[in-house]
């Protein structure tokens, strides 16, 4: 019997499959590179409507403003930052970060740490062209661990500065993606707005501390 991955996804629990031996690592130029673990997350669409309800049962998403030039803008997708010992909101996970640390634990030598989650309401949402070159990340090599949930959007990237075709991932119902290496340095990333019909999107990155 031929299943598709969504209707598994309804009689699934959420729950991690493993990472050992299903991660496949793509080099990249200049030191970079990504791994990628298609349906990490298990019962994700579950786990997806848990987080994108708000109020007391789910993540307290807030929209922001920032400053470009002399306007106001409206960042184009909602937002919740967990910093370091903050609880995140939901076990699940707690219990990714805490596998991605053990996974990765001798190539990074330190936990990922924060857990920055991003809510793409529709195609209109979206994050431009950047790397996560805050902090540390500047001048180091690091990790940037994406879990997708949802509908899946496409994370584009190119070598930073522009130029040239574009790397792109399909990315929702779970899947995982891992930047790695000097990515965030020498590469750039992003999420673009899409004309396509799209339901929303979920995407939380953990980094190790200091890196954003
Ligand atoms: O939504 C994504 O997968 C990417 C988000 C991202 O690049 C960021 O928040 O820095
Ligand atoms: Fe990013």
Redesign the pocket.
């Known amino acids: 019997m031929m299943l598709q991955g969504s209707l598994l996804d309804q009689v699934e629990e959420v729950g991690l499959r493993p990472l050992t031996g299903a991660v496949r690592r793509t080099l990249l130029d200049h030191g970079a590179w990504v791994d990628v673990r298609p349906g990490w997350v298990t019962g994700s669409d579950e786990l997806f409507t848990r987080l994108a309800l708000g109020g007391p049962a789910g993540v307290d998403w807030r929209g922001e403003q920032r400053q470009m030039y002399d306007k106001q803008v409206t960042t184009p997708r909602l937002l919740r930052f967990y910093r370091e010992r903050e609880r995140l909101p939901d076990p699940i996970l707690e219990q990714a970060r805490l596998a991605l640390s053990e996974h990765y634990a001798a190539e990074l030598g330190e936990p990922f740490a924060t857990a920055?989650m991003?809510l793409y309401r529709d195609g209109r949402d979206s994050?431009a062209w950047h790397g996560?070159r805050f902090g540390r990340a500047a001048g180091h090599d690091t990790m940037v661990a994406?879990v997708?949930l949802g509908a899946p959007r496409a994370?584009l990237l190119r070598p930073r500065g522009g130029g040239g075709e574009s790397l792109r991932h399909v990315?929702g119902h779970g899947d995982l993606l891992v930047m790695g290496g000097s990515c965030q340095r020498t590469w750039d990333?992003c999420?673009p707005k899409t004309h396509q019909p799209v339901g929303p999107r979920i995407?939380i990155?953990f980094r190790p501390r200091g890196v954003r």
């Open positions: 920055g991003c994050v996560d994406i997708s994370l990315l990333h999420v995407s990155q």
